[in-house]
């Protein structure tokens, strides 16, 4: 999980837009920060380690000049943490392209293989979105060799065709091509989201902007569009024209682990209000709860992402809610933390229970998911701690036993918590009184009620069924070889790749 954002204006220099907008998507990525702009002759960069309020300062508005220019937030799911694998990447031909990309290849090993050995290019980095970038490098300077070079936008469009021919996994990719414009494109089955939006130019043309999601576009002025269709392309030129190619026939499986945590509840992603969708999780998993019979005083979020859910479970049982766990807004998200250990001594630093709303009391807490497990097992500890008689905790996800390989930062099995293990196992490894997993056809179900046309969703990390291709357990088992894993990890058995149904575990 990555966040891009790519403006092409007719009129103003953009590096304050662009910086303003990647504010906005600062949950995507905290790791590092990127921006590059094109002032019509020469390319300015500046990437580093870091927030964008730490890594840009008001001097780079006299460096990173320029009407076209796009940005990149992360946080790492392939390649190292260093700021060398910061984006955006380059190559200077065909043209001289600059790219952000926001997902995860998938054939990695074989396309590094054929960019390398096959073309003779070197990589600088161990990153796969340098890989895409080289590819369709390659692809576009094949198109260049048929069509000539009189025709820059057609060019790239064939390459783009090319490269998803050849390219698997997810991807939603903003480039900027010296001379031509801004390039944008999304992988065919558009797992990650990608949206364009426009707003009136002075004199003639409007200005475009491209990102991952909507919540950049109205703090500049924008007026979304619409989403990029899976395997679509759209340039805008250098005139400010939009030009649209469906490069490959595509259908939309978007990745649904973004409407339970990742995108923001103020976006809109493919239709579909994240905010609304977590209402709706909240209502079907009151169900559970209503059912159970537990004695329950109150409802708890786990700020802050859990709130919607946790509101439509009161409203729904007729539990009081309370804000029992304070947040402290100087600490960044644990789950995209670089590092095990930094997330874990995080957990106190960012949250802090209210006595009142525990002591003597049975509490239930509304966690938006669970994936390694450490926070929601501190925060249990935690509740105890301020006097609760019973905690209980309820997902509202069902548990993730799979990696998601799509550019979400879950590399291996072996990290998470329902790897493996029974409700009832997770149960007492949090140290909870009970234990509830939102149901996956509930899940789907909230998600699509915002938009019925989406026949599937990527629900790979719940069910283990990956869309793409060259994901098997050869895949997945490179993946626990990765130098990000650990060694104790490494040391331990591969389980198997069964899935139980979610449900809810009980102490006697």
């Avoid at 508005?61 to 946080?75: C, E």
């Avoid at 060799?145 to 790239?156: S, Y």
């Avoid at 999601?213 to 002025?221: K, M, R």
């Avoid at 905790?393 to 790897?419: C, Q, W």
């Amino acid at each position: 999980m990555c966040g891009i954002l790519g403006i092409a204006n007719r009129n103003d220099d953009v590096f304050a837009e662009i910086y303003d907008g990647l504010l906005m998507l600062q949950h995507r990525g905290q790791d590092a920060s990127g921006v590059v702009t094109f002032n019509g002759e020469f390319f300015r960069e500046r990437k580093a380690n870091g927030l964008v309020k730490d890594v840009f300062h008001s001097d780079d508005m006299h460096v990173l000049t320029g009407k076209v220019g796009m940005g990149h937030v992360r946080y790492p799911t392939a390649g190292s943490l260093s700021a060398s694998e910061a984006q955006p990447f380059f190559v200077n031909a065909p043209y001289g392209i600059y790219l952000v990309h926001n997902g995860n290849i998938t054939n990695t090993a074989e396309q590094r293989e054929k960019v390398t050995a096959k073309y003779s290019r070197h990589l600088r980095t161990t990153s796969d979105s340098e890989i895409l970038l080289n590819v369709l490098a390659d692809k576009v300077a094949d198109a260049i060799k048929v069509n000539g070079n009189a025709e820059p936008i057609r060019n790239l469009f064939a390459g783009v065709k090319m490269t998803m021919e050849r390219v698997q996994g997810a991807y939603s990719v903003i480039c900027l091509v010296a001379g031509v414009g801004m390039l944008a494109f999304r992988d065919p089955h558009g797992i990650r989201p990608l949206s364009v939006a426009k707003r009136p130019a002075e004199g003639d043309g409007d200005d475009y902007a491209f990102a991952s999601e909507d919540v950049a576009f109205g703090i500049n002025g924008f007026e979304k569009l619409r989403d990029v269709k899976p395997g679509e392309a759209i340039l805008i030129d250098l005139d400010g024209n939009m030009h649209c190619f469906q490069a490959i026939e595509g259908k939309l499986t978007p990745c649904i682990f973004e409407y339970v945590y990742l995108a923001r509840p103020d976006s809109m992603l493919d239709g579909v209000s994240v905010y609304k969708t977590q209402m709706r999780m909240g209502q079907t998993l009151a169900r559970q709860i209503e059912a159970s019979g537990l004695e329950i005083d109150r409802i708890i979020p786990v700020p802050d992402s859990a709130r919607p859910v946790a509101l439509e479970v009161a409203k729904a049982t007729g539990i009081s809610y309370r804000e029992g766990l304070v947040k402290n807004r100087y600490v960044g998200r644990t789950f995209i933390m670089p590092g095990q250990q930094e997330r874990q001594k995080s957990v106190r630093r960012k949250l802090n229970a209210v006595p009142l709303e525990f002591k003597d009391h049975n509490v239930m807490l509304i966690d938006d998911s669970i994936v390694r497990g450490n926070t929601i097992k501190k925060i249990v500890q935690m509740c105890r701690e301020a006097g609760a008689k019973k905690v209980y905790v309820a997902s509202a996800s069902p548990p993730v036993k799979f990696p998601n390989v799509y550019g979400i930062d879950m590399p291996t099995r072996h990290e998470l918590i329902a790897d493996g293990k029974s409700i009832e196992e997770i149960r007492q490894e949090l140290g909870a009184d009970a234990l509830f997993y939102q149901e996956l056809d509930d899940l789907i179900w909230a998600a699509r009620e915002g938009n019925p046309e989406i026949e599937q969703f990527d629900c790979s990390c719940f069910d283990g069924n990956y869309i793409t291709g060259s994901v098997n357990d050869d895949y997945l088992q490179r993946l626990e070889n990765t130098s990000r894993v650990s060694a104790k990890i490494k040391e331990m058995p591969l389980s198997g790749a069964s899935w139980n149904r979610s449900g809810v575990a009980t102490s006697g």
